[in-house]
């Protein structure tokens, strides 16, 4: 799943450095477009591996990874405190978000679930008014469309034919929202560090999931090869390599710039997914989409 926008290590404005400027085109194209092709990816990794299970081994490898090559060079390790909230936000963002994404995807198409995920800014606007930042009145106007998009969306076939599914996706966005309001709430070691240590600790979560699911325990190299081939481009694109240039736009460019994939993934999302996965788009899903963004749009802009 693409992130959430986070409290903004600087906000500067538009570098006149044009190795600079290339960089952050660069960026943004990466998770432009990584993002919203992970969706798919987790499509595929479904035919030979459990979603719960797919997930868990995703973020063990990226964030061992991450961690061990922090480690080398010489960048602080986290704290016990540190390490007990990144558990809480790993299980809340990749347990409960990412878990929940797989899971809700083995019935609902690639295409249909980010559309229905870009409206997690308007969860997010909720938790923070939940610990007391309500949204003003141009984001209340962000809260009702995007609650109408929703209602749009889940009027479609394919949400009527798959209860579970809706539930699973909503489930996603409620967690992965939280974890995001908490991140910002609790200690968490700053850069690349937080990240190597929530997706260590979100993996331990979803073990305890796929444990509790009781599904099978197959090595990703050992699964068909469609399924680790997915698997394989989730752990080094869509954790490494898609997560780092994020990092990198939330430190260089102001946050709603960094955020603006979410206005981009569902389109990228629903293009892929037709023309790889064989998807077809529903007219709910086309109907909701602009409405969705226009809420996220809203939301975004409201606390520049």
Known sequence: MSALPRTPVSALGAPADPRRTWRIGAALLTVYLVWGTTYLAIKFALTGLP???QMATRFAVA????????????????SARQWRDCGVVGALMLGGGMGFVATGQQWISSGATTVLIAVMPVWLALWQGAFGKWPRRREW???ALGTAGILVLA???EFRASPLGLASIIGATLCWSLGSVLSTRLDIPKGAMGFAAEM???SVALLAFSTLAGEPWTAPWGAPPMAF?????????GSLVAFSAYMYLMAHVPPTLAASYTYVNPAVALGVGAWLGGETVAPQTLLALPVIIAAVVLLLTARR
């Open 200 to 202: 260590l600790t979100g």
């Open 155 to 157: 009027g479609g076939s």
């Open 229 to 237: 081939g997915a698997w394989l481009y989730l752990v080094v694109f």
């Open 63 to 78: 964030g061992g990874l991450l961690f061990g090559w922090l480690a080398l060079r010489g960048v602080a390790l986290p």
């Open 141 to 143: 106007l962000g809260v």
């Open 51 to 53: 979603p719960f299970w």
